[in-house]
C-alpha cells in the first residue's frame, strides 16, 4: 500500500525477502526457523525416520529430501514402505534408502554393539537379536550409533515415554547432562520457552539449574534473549510452603555461576508475564516478560504446554528432546507431516539436541 500511494521512498524489489523482514521483526522466531532450514539445506544429514510406514511420518521423509534438507533414511518393511511411496507419488521409490529390521546388512554388527551394552543388565544375545529385528525404535537408534545416521526421528506410534525407553537402550545422554523437553508455544508476537515438559518428575536443584540453563541457551538460538522463570504457586515467599526449597537452590546455584542471562524466582506466572503484576516487585531481576518458563515438575509443565496449546492457541514445536548424545527428536503421536518435518531439520541442524 505504502509502495501503491507513493509513501514508501524507494521501491521493494524483493517483496518475497521484505515480507520475511517484517515477520522477523514481529517475531525473531520466524526469522531463525527460516535460517534453520537454510542451515539444513547447506549442511544436509542423513535423518533416520523410524516409522516410515506411516503416511505421516513418509510425507514429512519425502518433503525432507525433496527440499534439499538431506537424506531419509526409512525404516520399516521394504515393500511396504515402497509401495506406499509409489502411492504418494514417488516415481522411483527405489532412490530411497530402506532399511529392514528383519534383513537389514547392519544386524550382525548392531546385535554385536547392543549386546555388549546390555550383557550385565539381565539381556541374552537372543534377547538382543529379538530386539534388534522387532523393535523399530531401537534399530533405529542402532543405526545412528553406528554411524549410518546422524539423527533420529520417531513418535508416532509410541508414547514419548516409551520412545526415550526404546531409544534409551542404544544412546546416552550427553556427559553431565540430564535429558528433558522443551514445548516452544509461538504467537503473534510471542516466543516462550516451557520445561521440563516430559521427562524428569520432580527435578532437584541442580537439575533446575541445568534445565534453566539449557533452555536459555536453545532461546538464544532460536534468536531470543533469555529471561527465565522459575514457577511456582508462590511469588518470593507468599504463600510459604514445602515445595519452594528446590526453587530457591537452583536459583542460589545460577547466582554462584553468574551464567549471563536474566533469571528470578521462585514466582507465579502472572508476577513472571504480566507487566502490571511485576511491577508489584520491582527488585525483580527481569526486566520485561519471561521468556523462558522452568516449571517446579513435570505435572505443571505438562498441562501448561497442552493447555496452551488447546486454550491459547498458540502454535507448538515440540516437545523437542533436550541432552541426548546424539541429535534424537520424538515427535506427539498426534503429529502431521509439517510438525515431523520441522523436527527432522532441527534435529538435521544441530539447533536443538
Not at 285 to 309: C, D, E, F, T
Request: hydrophobic share 45%; glycine share 8%; no cysteine.
Amino acid at each position: 500500500a505504502a509502495m501503491d500511494t507513493g509513501v514508501a521512498l524507494a521501491p521493494i524489489a524483493d517483496m518475497d525477502a521484505y515480507r520475511r523482514e517484517l515477520k522477523a521483526r514481529l517475531n525473531p522466531t520466524s526469522a531463525v526457523l527460516t535460517n534453520t532450514y537454510e542451515i539444513a539445506r547447506a549442511n544436509p544429514r542423513r535423518v533416520v525416520f523410524a516409522e516410515a510406514e506411516e503416511d505421516v511420518v513418509l510425507r514429512a521423509a519425502i518433503q525432507f529430501r525433496d527440499f534439499g534438507y538431506g537424506t531419509p533414511v526409512l525404516v520399516g518393511r521394504t515393500k511396504a514402505v515402497a509401495d506406499k511411496l509409489h502411492i504418494l507419488g514417488v516415481d522411483r521409490p527405489g532412490d530411497f534408502e530402506i532399511q529392514n529390521s528383519a534383513d537389514s546388512q547392519h544386524i550382525p554388527a548392531m546385535v554385536d554393539y547392543l549386546y555388549k551394552r546390555l550383557q550385565r543388565k539381565g539381556y541374552t544375545e537372543r534377547d538382543v537379536r529379538r530386539m534388534v529385528n522387532q523393535e523399530r525404535n531401537v534399530f533405529a537408534a542402532l543405526l545412528v550409533a553406528l554411524g549410518h545416521g546422524d539423527a533420529l526421528i520417531s513418535g508416532l506410534t509410541r508414547t514419548f515415554s516409551q520412545t526415550v525407553r526404546e531409544v534409551n537402550r542404544v544412546l546416552d545422554p550427553k556427559p553431565d547432562a540430564v535429558p528433558f523437553g522443551i514445548h516452544m508455544m509461538i504467537g503473534k508476537n510471542h516466543t516462550t520457552f516451557l520445561a521440563d515438559t516430559t521427562i524428569n518428575e520432580r527435578p532437584s536443584a541442580p537439575e533446575l539449574a541445568h534445565i534453566a540453563k539449557e533452555t536459555a541457551a536453545v532461546a538464544r538460538r532460536m534468536g531470543h534473549e533469555p529471561r527465565v522463570a522459575f514457577l511456582s504457586y508462590s511469588t518470593f515467599g507468599n504463600p510459604s510452603g514445602q515445595w519452594l526449597a528446590n526453587i530457591r537452590d537452583a536459583v542460589a546455584i545460577l547466582d554462584a555461576e553468574e551464567p549471563g542471562f536474566e533469571y528470578e524466582g521462585e514466582m507465579a506466572p502472572d508476577a513472571a508475564l504480566n507487566p502490571k503484576v511485576m511491577a508489584l516487585y520491582p527488585f525483580s531481576r527481569l526486566s520485561g516478560p519471561a521468556n523462558v518458563l522452568i516449571m517446579p515438575g513435570l505435572q505443571s509443565a505438562n498441562l501448561s504446554a497442552k493447555l496452551l496449546r488447546e486454550l491459547g492457541g498458540d502454535a507448538t514445536i515440540g516437545p523437542m528432546l533436550i541432552g541426548m548424545e546424539k541429535p534424537v527428536q520424538i515427535a506427539p503421536m498426534t503429529a502431521i507431516a509439517p510438525d515431523v518435518l520441522t523436527l527432522a531439520v532441527l534435529a538435521s541442524a544441530g539447533v536443538v539436541g
